[in-house]
């Protein structure tokens, strides 16, 4: 079963624009991840968020965590067309292994 | 270094056909992991291994078979393919904990007849 569940399932902005990506999981956690997956390819890591941090960034990328929501954003700044891909968020709670949910489909159009 | 690899890239199975799929990590990492991605699924977790000889079953095992005889191999084997097994199969591979970021390889496009 899906621990967390991305909002919106697609999502269609103009390069420039920024973007922004929901997760919303069930149980509590310990830490949450965000990884991209372009076309045909494996997905690669992004970001890794603890349950007691609320805010990350790298470059571009912006993660928040709001464990009392059982919610995380990714938002991506001045966004590109390379930045075109699906965005999946995955969470690891004590005792099992990471899930992953099924993902926004981000198009950034030149 | 190549990262994870995934042997073959596309397959076309008969149902009850056997295969072998293969990873392979140079890493050095001690987790590897099967996953199967369909559509508007996400990513489910087969089979995972979190270190050399052993195994265990993920979310969705059955039908599936796999074997971890040397640390940077991870084999997933369908002794007897059915069409509900048509998906894409990845394999990852983390350092030595289950919450460390996963590298993936770039998948097996596996079709059952």
């Known amino acids: 079963s899906q621990q967390g569940e991305e909002d919106p399932q697609a999502l269609s902005i103009q390069e420039g624009e920024n973007a922004t990506m929901n997760c919303s999981y069930k149980?509590?956690?310990?830490?949450l991840q965000w990884y991209r997956q372009n076309s045909g390819r494996g997905l690669v890591h992004l970001i890794l968020?603890?349950?007691?941090?609320r805010e990350k960034h790298s470059g571009r990328l912006r993660v928040t965590l709001d464990t009392s929501k059982k919610s995380s954003s990714l938002l991506i700044t001045a966004s590109r067309a390379a930045d075109t891909a699906s965005y999946f968020c995955a969470t690891w709670n004590a005792g099992n292994m990471l899930t992953f949910g099924g993902g926004t489909r981000l198009m950034v159009k030149p | 270094n190549a990262g994870v690899t995934q042997t073959p890239k596309f397959r076309v199975l008969k149902t009850g056909q056997s295969m072998t799929l293969l990873c392979a990590q140079d890493m050095n990492h001690e987790y590897m992991y099967w996953y199967r991605q369909d559509p508007g699924m996400g990513l489910r977790l087969i089979h995972y291994?979190?270190?050399?000889?052993?195994?265990a079953k993920g979310e969705v095992p059955d039908g599936y078979n796999v074997s971890r005889l040397k640390k940077q191999n991870f084999l997933l084997g369908l002794e007897s393919a059915a069409p509900s097994q048509t998906s894409v199969y990845f394999c990852?591979?983390?350092?030595?904990?289950?919450?460390?970021?996963?590298?993936f390889g770039p998948g097996t496009r596996l079709t059952v007849t």
């Open positions: 990852a591979s983390s350092y030595a904990t289950p919450w460390d970021e996963q590298y």
């Open positions: 291994s979190v270190g050399e000889g052993t195994t």
């Open positions: 968020i603890r349950s007691n941090e």
């Open positions: 149980t509590s956690i310990n830490n």
